[in-house]
């Protein structure tokens, strides 16, 4: 909205040229959406305990977690609005990139509530049967895929997505794979963001994280030179997609405010479906879809451990008849629980783990 009002005043002012630049808007983008979860933060707690909306907690958890029983969730709403308003405010709003992503968090963010509200509101202790979530993800996903194959948003073929490590290198699939690939980044993003909310600031920490990361290739694809001496694919109004990336980061950090240890409040599968599918949304337009994979390795480690704990479960328990569990438990930081680590431990170490991926992330666009 700033960007399409103020700079036609900079004849009165060279002060409203500054809505112009993409740096600045992010910046105010980051800053604005923290302030509005950190000011915001304190009446939504309540608001979310007059409600009894309290997390319900695993029997087979770890001991210390029982004092978190009734702690509220649903908290992703305030990550959700306050980066909505501020990418409102901040962003091009006529910018394909911006829309799609919003869209995205929007959608993602609705599915999650639905699924918290039906838990914690109604009681109704399975939420959202998983299979109509997984519909709700991957019809945005296999919608999206379509939309981006018969309108594309750039100026290369929508089929396209960079290789890291290759300068010049792309991966070039069929239309109708390439739909199901979205369909499939976005849903596999979303589940392992959810899988990875089980302590206090994790999901919202490592997220923050990988938006930043994101935000920064953004700004670099977004721009002929950057992409041409980085050897990436350069993408016109891609930049705008750092303010988007700033906005919710500024979320995140306004919300891990509240929901340091110890916690209080959860963001639940609102904040957590709705960081996923953000940061997935953010890949598949930036054509980074594998790079996905590497900023967010800590949470392609949750899952992969999710997985590997049921299939070795099923796989053991039709073979010997007793299922056996390769971790303590799933996903894997509750191992580290189950194995003496402090919460607090787990939570710092594995954030250290997410800024490594980034750097391992950004160092790819030199490897190349």
Known sequence: MLYHLLPRFTDIHIVFNLFNFLTFRSAGAMITSLLIAFLAGPATIRWLRELRVGEVVRSDGPADHVRKAGTPTMGGTLIVLAAASSVVLWAELT?????????????MGAIGFMDDYLQVVLHRTKGLVARYKMVGQLS???????L???YPIWPVPATWTMVPFFEGWVAVLWAPAYVVFVSLVVSGSSNAVNLADGLDGLAAGLGAIA??????LAYLIGRVDTSAYLGL?????AGELAVFAAALSGGAIGFLWFNAHPAEVFMGDTGSLALGGALAV???LLKAEFFL??????FVAEAISVMLQVGWFKYTRHRTGEGRRLLLMA??????????WAESKVVVRFWILGILCALLAFSTLKIR
Do not use: S
């Open 95 to 107: 910018n394909w990139y911006v829309l799609l992503a919003l869209l995205a968090l929007v959608w």
């Open 282 to 284: 953010m890949a598949i």
């Open 211 to 216: 938006l930043v990361t994101f935000g920064v």
């Open 233 to 237: 694919l350069y993408l016109p109004g």
């Open 148 to 150: 981006l194959v018969l």
């Open 331 to 340: 996903p894997i930081h509750h191992h580290f629980e189950k194995a003496g």
């Open 293 to 298: 994979l590497i900023v967010g390795g800590v």
């Open 140 to 146: 945005f996903g296999l919608g999206l895929g379509l």
